[in-house]
């Protein structure tokens, strides 16, 4: 490489110090903005989320430190397995490849996308669950959404019997002391109200838990704390009411319980978490359903004019593939041979087939009608319309509205304000 090699920006910049030109270094990176191989001396570094990314030219660092998450979310290292060598662009790099295989899956969350996991969990500075980072297009079962729902259902079971007990007396208007006595509700109360807290509300303590182990208060911060103190006060009110003044206490020595407020809250929360998986799955049910319009299979040809059928992610640029009549079309391409109609509607929309001729350009995952045709590979894995597609909708789904910023902002705020606010209150209560 010359002492002022142009780089993708269009600038001119000189080589970075110790590296001359010439073969490729193993310290070599990958600038995630527009793909060059970089040198691991590059004086273009930026440190984010714990990692140092380098960059080709000023212009890529300045892009990058504008919106980091745009570039880093879908980062995973495919530079090792891209093999390019110096100053080209590695293929495909800017989009998530597309797996079949949901093991091989990265989660990230949709709010912060700067958050990386391995597996599905919680996103540990809003306690959203963490979305797959690559689409895939086979799924099993959502283990999560299941038992949040199983958790919902035994805990609004609960919840209902404990709120009638707790309120029938006041909202009829009638002595509740007549049919049970105030001593036995309570004990009745905490029997209903602890599995609903303990058991069905575990997932939301956890998470509440770990915004405060993260030392990122939010939502789930405040649900923890109001949850728990108002069980934990209301156990110690039931069992040990003599530790209280005499002021809390009641004419039969008993002090105010509150369990029906703990297993009501429990449950609204757990409503709103079954709600939103849900919808979640509703979504990734639309992005499976456009990934499994892209046939697995496709029919190549040959030198010597014979066909061979090979899976669709060994399918290459320039390869010739045979389309038979009533198939999919398996990548991108234009017609060598052949004429046909083929159905395009999935893509734009068109109820009528398109004619197809020599020389007409093919959309992968399209259907051929009644004619055979001969097409050259043109745009494969993650080059064709129908990745495109899914990866735009995918990345609409993680894109975050600038006011969400404001919102996290106001939160981190928010948050400590109402508990010093309860801190404060509940201390000038019980002390005047």
């Known amino acids: 490489m010359s002492a002022t090699d142009q780089s993708c920006c269009g600038k001119r910049t000189a080589p970075a110090p110790g590296n001359s030109g010439?073969?490729?270094?193993?310290?070599?990176?990958?600038?995630?903005?527009?793909?060059m191989r970089v040198s691991a001396q590059s004086p273009y570094q930026f440190e984010f989320a714990g990692r140092r990314y380098l960059f080709c030219c000023q212009g890529c660092l300045e892009t990058f430190r504008a919106d980091p998450a745009r570039f880093v979310e879908n980062r995973t290292d495919r530079q090792v397995l891209a093999?390019?060598?110096?100053?080209?662009?590695?293929?495909?790099?800017?989009?998530?490849?597309?797996?079949?295989?949901?093991?091989?899956?990265?989660f990230t969350c949709p709010m912060h996308p700067e958050i990386l996991r391995s597996k599905p969990g919680d996103c540990p500075i809003c306690g959203m669950a963490l979305e797959p980072l690559q689409p895939t297009a086979e799924v099993g079962a959502n283990a999560e959404l299941q038992d949040l729902t199983r958790r919902l259902i035994v805990g609004a079971a609960l919840a209902v019997p404990l709120l009638v007990l707790a309120m029938a007396g006041p909202l009829l208007r009638v002595n509740s002391r007549l049919f049970l006595p105030p001593?036995?509700?309570?004990?009745?109360?905490?029997?209903?109200?602890?599995?609903?807290?303990?058991?069905?509300?575990w997932p939301l303590l956890k998470r509440a838990a770990a915004s405060v182990r993260h030392r990122s208060l939010n939502m789930f911060s405040l649900i923890g704390l109001g949850v728990l103190s108002t069980y934990l006060y209301s156990l110690v009110a039931t069992f040990g009411p003599g530790l209280f003044p005499g002021s809390l206490r009641s004419d039969g020595g008993l002090v105010p319980v509150y369990?029906?407020?703990?297993?009501?809250?429990?449950?609204?929360?757990?409503?709103?978490?079954?709600?939103e998986g849900r919808a979640r799955e509703a979504t990734g049910g639309a992005i499976r359903a456009l990934l499994k319009l892209s046939p697995k299979r496709a029919r190549r040809l040959r030198a010597d004019g014979s066909d061979e059928e090979i899976a669709h992610d060994q399918v290459h640029v320039g390869d010739r593939l045979r389309v038979r009549p009533g198939e999919s079309v398996p990548v991108d391409g234009s017609v060598l041979e052949g004429t046909s109609e083929v159905d395009e509607s999935m893509v734009t929309g068109e109820s009528l087939p398109v004619g197809k001729r020599p020389g007409a350009k093919l959309i992968g995952g399209t259907l051929n009608g009644t004619g055979a045709l001969l097409m050259r590979a043109e745009g494969v894995g993650n080059d064709t319309v129908l990745s495109r597609i899914v990866q735009m909708v995918v990345e609409a789904q993680r894109s975050r509205a600038p006011i969400q910023r404001v919102a996290d902002w106001v939160s981190s705020w928010f948050v400590p304000t109402v508990i010093l606010a309860a801190a404060a209150t509940f201390t000038m209560w019980m002390l005047y």
């Open 22 to 35: 010439g073969t490729a270094s193993v310290s070599e990176h990958v600038d995630p903005v527009c793909g």
């Open 83 to 106: 093999g390019a060598s110096p100053g080209q662009p590695v293929a495909g790099l800017p989009a998530a490849p597309i797996s079949s295989n949901p093991a091989d899956t990265a």
């Open 183 to 201: 001593l036995a509700s309570q004990w009745i109360q905490a029997a209903l109200a602890t599995p609903v807290v303990i058991w069905a509300g």
């Open 259 to 275: 369990y029906e407020a703990a297993a009501v809250i429990t449950v609204l929360v757990l409503l709103g978490q079954v709600l």
